[in-house]
């Protein structure tokens, strides 16, 4: 025991000082695949040192797997390996086996380990994809070499190509679902994010798999990439591993996600600086975000391009005179149409929202699309035939959204609008947005188009009803994507979005009326969240200047609509019934404003005293017992409160009106948005702060409060 403990006092010595030479010569060189073979490097030669020390048996393989296997271990990250025994292991095994991972973990190692026979492996392979992935990738580390051999021979043949794919895919998605399937998160996982790390690991996995080869240099000599994307894979991917060993070095532990508190530690480390426009941080992300995107849309190319290599084609459909559609992908009848028809640019998106029998676009149209970007320049914006086209894109029944995400996906919708162009990877740094500002804006034509779908009108029943009657919707979907626009360019984005939403409808020669509505909404769109969350909606002034701010319905349906999704889009969290009531209740008193429906602040006070009345009429209450109460809180209190509040707050305080004990009840809001509150006392110093600061202690959000 003595001696174990010697041992492993010995080896914890040398793994903190390798540890620290490691950081110490990577913030010298700064070079990722330097600092992954160090410590790979390290860390086999104190395997093999611990193995041998364990005396486990020669004829019992220890093999690296996974990331670790594949000569990639990033400075905090978990030693995967695999253990490989004979069929019929020895019973001392087990005991060595024990003793060895003990002492690992004693030294301070994080392993992660397996002991499987080769049958086992191969059983658990064939039924787990992911198993599988990680036996691929392996290395033997110590023990006999031709069981070894025997181990790899076995596992690549029980791969099944297709079925490999198709299950490394779904488990893709799954991964992607977990980030709301965007690049742009504003703390985005450097490993498993879309666009992160395990996306590039997905193409070589299932180029393995196919024997095409384990790295980017097999899969250029194979020509399944070209020379500029080898080098364009090679940069981003550096650069994420970069971030990710600096990452781990700041945290100090296997930490893959760039959350707020590191950014800007990061940022000047990297020698990012602050400017009058961004933060050092946002340049930081900004690169980030460039370099994710260029992996996701490389991992869409070739996955598809490796589906194509084992998948039988099927026969093509022509699409008029310059696309096909195979295998449930649109394709070019060849591979320079955009040069000689840059029309077709623009066309192949209106196809896809045509034909939803497609499900997007093969690999060479992508490509193809990638070195057609300079084509759409000023002068291709300039053409009406192009102006045209966008315009169809807007106007269609169906597939806008996912038009203008695959348009922003594909790089072309920043070159066609050149402001958005600039705001793509740009950080909000806010409490409420959790998205890049392009993303923001695809959620917010997201939830737009939400409500022009029947199946779900349940979500929004009122926004449904409008927009169903709204005459114009692409007219809503110019403002939207021209709302946040000019975010990070410093001054207020609401009128420099304003003037960018001007000049392109007088470009695509919008009518006078349409131009103004789309300029309107943009320079307005924060004012009718404003106005509902920071201004007493039962003063009936309040609602009046309201409506003359508005003008009249269009302005005030747009404007709802577009403010709803706004809100929505900012993040899965920041919407909620309160905001919902707030918003509806806002719109249906400016619209009876604009119809002059509008009731005097005293049509108000006895329309709600009467309503009150006949609620607490319903719990037996005679009036004689609750006039004094009333009188005693005066006229106001009929313009602040809602009948509902009012009949509930009467009938708990009509016995209690010259009470010196304080009364607290609460229940829930019947507008499902949170609980209610009531407290009634005598007012004292400092009341309110001293209330809102219990709540404060609880972790409660005071979403309102009346006095």
């Known amino acids: 025991m003595a001696e174990t403990l010697k041992t492993a006092q010995h080896w914890r010595a040398q793994l903190k000082a390798a540890q620290e030479a490691l950081k110490v010569d990577f913030y010298a060189h700064s070079n990722a695949r330097r600092c992954l073979q160090q410590r790979t490097s390290f860390i086999d030669k104190l395997l093999r040192a611990v193995w041998k020390d364990t005396n486990i048996f020669n004829d019992t393989c220890l093999i690296a797997v996974g990331g ?167 940069r981003h991917e550096r650069q994420l591993q970069l971030l990710r060993i600096r990452l781990h070095f700041l945290a100090n532990r296997r930490e893959d996600k760039l959350l707020f508190d590191f950014q800007s530690e990061l940022a000047a480390e990297l020698g990012y600086v602050t400017n009058a426009k961004r933060r050092a941080s946002e340049a930081l992300m900004q690169g980030f975000y460039r370099s994710a995107k260029y992996i996701s849309l490389m991992n869409e190319v070739l996955l598809k391009a490796l589906a194509e290599k084992i998948a039988p084609s099927s026969m093509p459909e022509a699409i008029g005179a310059y696309f096909i559609a195979q295998d449930g992908l649109l394709d070019t009848t060849h591979n320079d149409l955009f040069a000689q028809h840059p029309e077709a640019i623009l066309q192949s998106f209106l196809i896809l929202q045509q034909r939803p029998d497609l499900t997007g676009m093969s690999a060479s149209l992508v490509r193809q699309l990638q070195r057609a970007r300079p084509l759409v320049n000023r002068g291709y914006r300039l053409n009406s035939t192009h102006q045209k086209q966008f315009l169809d894109i807007l106007q269609q029944r169906n597939g806008v959204h996912h038009s203008l995400r695959r348009m922003n996906h594909y790089g072309i919708l920043g070159a066609y609008i050149p402001a958005f162009g600039k705001i793509i990877g740009q950080m909000q740094h806010d409490l409420f947005h959790v998205y890049t500002v392009d993303e923001h804006i695809l959620n917010v034509l997201a939830n737009l188009r939400r409500f022009a779908k029947p199946e779900l009108k349940h979500e929004f029943p009122l926004c449904s009803t409008l927009f169903a009657q709204f005459e114009k919707p692409y007219l809503l979907y110019l403002a939207a994507l021209f709302h946040d626009i000019a975010k990070g360019r410093g001054g207020d984005h609401s009128e420099l979005g304003t003037m960018d939403a001007r000049r392109f409808c007088r470009l695509h020669e919008l009518t006078k009326e349409d131009a103004e509505l789309v300029a309107w909404l943009v320079q307005a769109h924060l004012i009718m969240s404003r106005t509902a969350q920071k201004s007493d909606l039962g003063d009936p002034a309040v609602i009046q200047q309201f409506a003359r701010f508005v003008e009249n319905d269009t302005r005030l349906v747009a404007l709802y609509l577009l403010t709803v999704a706004d809100i929505r889009g900012t993040s899965p969290a920041v919407w909620n019934a309160w905001k919902a009531n707030l918003l509806q209740h806002l719109f249906q008193q400016t619209r009876k404003a604009l119809q002059g429906k509008m009731p005097t602040l005293d049509q108000l006070a006895e329309a709600r005293r009467n309503e009150a009345a006949e609620k607490l009429d319903r719990f037996g209450l005679n009036p004689s017992s609750y006039l004094d109460l009333w009188q005693a809180f005066g006229e106001d209190y009929f313009t602040r409160y809602e009948s509902d509040e009012i009949a509930w707050q009467s009938r708990l305080l009509t016995p209690h009106l010259n009470t010196q004990t304080p009364i607290v009840r609460a229940r829930l809001s019947p507008h499902g948005d949170g609980i209610q509150i009531m407290i009634y006392t005598k007012d004292q110093q400092d009341l309110f702060a001293r209330i809102c600061s219990f709540f404060g202690h609880m972790g409660y959000n005071i979403a309102q409060a009346k006095i």
């Open 68 to 234: 670790y296997g594949r000569g990639e271990l990033f400075p905090h990250s978990d030693i995967d390996v695999l253990i490989l025994p004979p069929e019929s292991p020895p019973p001392q095994l087990n005991v060595k086996i024990e003793a060895l991972v003990t002492l690992l973990w004693d030294i301070g190692l994080n392993v992660g380990h397996s002991v499987r026979t080769l049958s086992e492996c191969v059983e658990e392979a064939a039924r787990d994809a992911t198993v599988m992935t990680n036996l691929l990738e392996s290395r033997l580390l110590a023990g006999d070499h031709d069981r070894y051999l025997h181990y790899l021979q076995r596992i690549r043949n029980c791969i099944q190509p297709q079925a490999f794919l198709q299950a490394k895919i779904r488990e893709q998605d799954q991964r992607h679902a977990k980030f709301n399937d965007t690049e742009y998160n504003l703390e985005p996982n450097i490993k498993e994010s879309p666009g992160g790390l395990r996306d590039l690991h997905m193409i070589l996995w299932l180029s393995q798999s196919q024997d095409l080869g384990a790295t980017w240099v097999d899969l250029y000599q194979r020509k399944l990439i070209s020379a500029s994307e080898h080098a364009a894979l090679r």
